[in-house]
């Protein structure tokens, strides 16, 4: 089972931008895709990007394509999302996940471990 610890997070104004990373411990990591989600304060948790396995595969939600890219380095157990022209609707506590399969879908029945999460807060 991998454990996956994310990075990264912080205060930004809007318009800036803020890479957050997410280091998976274990082993297999190149064989699972992997996702980002994001919760804000009263709100489900939503999907933001999702990475197959091999790197070649990506989808994002359409409130931030265009602005954010999910790469990842399967040298490093790493899954980066690169987060631009940030806007404080991004504001949210962002979790990395790991899906159970070499692919994923937009929901979260797709992953099965989850990282404790990391801060990202954009002022207006």
């Known amino acids: 089972q991998l454990q996956l610890v994310e990075s990264g997070g912080g205060l930004v104004q809007a318009g800036g931008s803020l890479r957050v990373s997410c280091v998976a411990s274990g082993r297999d990591f190149s064989s699972y895709a992997m996702g980002w989600f994001r919760q804000a304060p009263g709100k489900e948790r939503e999907f933001v990007a999702g990475?197959?396995?091999?790197?070649?595969?990506?989808n994002y939600a359409d409130s931030v394509k265009g602005r954010f890219t999910i790469s990842r380095d399967n040298a490093k157990n790493t899954v980066y999302l690169q987060m631009n022209n940030l806007k404080p609707d991004d504001t949210a506590v962002y979790y990395c996940?790991?899906?159970?399969?070499?692919?994923?879908?937009?929901?979260?029945?797709?992953?099965?471990?989850w990282g404790q999460g990391t801060q990202v807060t954009v002022s207006s």
């Open positions: 996940a790991k899906s159970g399969w070499s692919w994923f879908t937009n929901t979260d029945s797709t992953f099965d471990s």
């Open positions: 990475i197959a396995n091999s790197g070649v595969n990506t």
